[in-house]
């Protein structure tokens, strides 16, 4: 068992396909311990969503819940965008298309949580970093979350 009492944000790493400039996050795992007792395939990702920035339409291979703590933003799931505000939450099978945009002038505070450490991501557009607007969308990826943040 670990207790997180604090949680540290930061950039996201610079990425011409999903451009977040603005945008904070932090990501949080149970620490793997030698006697095997942590939580093993669980991801939570909390974001500090700024203005106008958004989480382009993608897909995982991973079931993922999305829970909004303030603000007010649109959430694509599976074909539609919909408005969202503080407490909705969003279930998403895994294969469904789903993204997010913060459409309230002020920071959005959300945060995600992935069923599994490994996750693969598909994304259907993009949000372009400045002069790549040309870019295709990129082929699929997987990240290892553990390897991702050395745990």
Do not use: C
């Not at 279930?91 to 920071?107: D, I, Y």
């Amino acid at each position: 068992m670990s207790i997180v009492t604090r949680l540290d944000y930061r950039p996201f790493p610079e990425d011409p396909h999903n451009y977040k400039p603005n945008s904070l996050h932090s990501l949080v795992m149970d620490p793997a311990r030698p006697d095997g007792r942590h939580v093993k395939d669980m991801v939570l990702n909390f974001e500090l969503l700024a203005p106008d920035e958004i989480i382009p339409v993608h897909v995982h291979t991973n079931e993922e819940v999305l829970i909004v703590d303030e603000g007010e933003a649109e959430a694509f799931y599976d074909g539609e965008w919909q408005p969202v505000g503080p407490g909705a939450v969003i279930l998403v099978p895994a294969g469904v298309s789903h993204g997010f945009r913060n459409t309230s002038g002020g920071t959005v505070r959300l945060h995600a949580v992935f069923a599994g450490s490994v996750v693969g991501t598909r994304l259907l557009e993009r949000s372009p970093a400045p002069g790549t607007e040309s870019e295709p969308v990129p082929p699929p990826s997987i990240i290892d979350f553990r390897a991702y943040l050395g745990r």
